[in-house]
């Protein structure tokens, strides 16, 4: 029962689409109420704790990414490309998305040799020799603490707003 849990709260978080805008808009109402029901049946079932369920119902109802700049035009994608495919040594990557903030950014990408990629910046992407590191997989909205968490010990210096940021939409609005 925990893994199919598990698995319903990753495909929420799957299911919940985001619009490639300037910012990332909060979740809608139906995407709350979803996730809410879910998180209920959990706390329920005794799949998760109190703890958990209050800890991903704040960020549930959360908006960490206002002011996070989500934009990325077709030109701005395929300078990205260029640059990371080379940063990577690879012949090309496919860019997705984008999330800048206080000089820092984090590129999602696929490398069509592994699985896709969450790329850590220090500044400009199209200066760095590389990335500082890179998160891939996906995760229920009751460990995006922790992911926020790691987000910060494994990228000093990152602004505490764009690891939430990260966090948030990799667990409740992560784009297919």
């Given amino acids: 029962m925990k893994r199919l849990l598990t698995f319903t709260l ?30 209920n049946e959990a706390l329920a079932d005794k799949t998760i704790s109190k703890q958990q369920f209050d800890e991903a119902l704040s960020w549930v ?30 012949k090309r990557v496919d860019v997705y998305q984008s999330f800048s903030d206080a000089g820092w950014s984090i590129i999602y990408l696929g490398t069509r040799i592994s699985d896709n990629g969450y790329f850590f910046y220090s500044g400009d992407p199209l200066a760095a020799a590389r990335a500082v590191t890179v998160w ?10 922790e992911i926020a968490q790691w987000v910060l010990k494994n990228v000093p210096g990152i602004p505490p707003r764009l690891a939430k940021c990260f966090a948030w939409h990799v667990t409740l609005n992560r784009d297919l």
């Fill in 10 to 39: 990753v495909l929420l978080a799957l299911a919940a689409r985001a619009d490639q805008g300037a910012t990332e808009p909060p979740l809608s109402a139906k995407a709350q109420a979803q996730a809410i029901q879910t998180l």
């Fill in 61 to 90: 109802r959360s908006t960490p990414c206002a002011g996070v700049d989500r934009s990325l035009t077709g030109p701005r994608k395929l300078e990205l490309g260029r640059a990371i495919a080379k940063q990577e040594k690879r």
């Fill in 136 to 145: 891939s997989g996906a995760a229920p909205v009751f460990e995006a603490s």
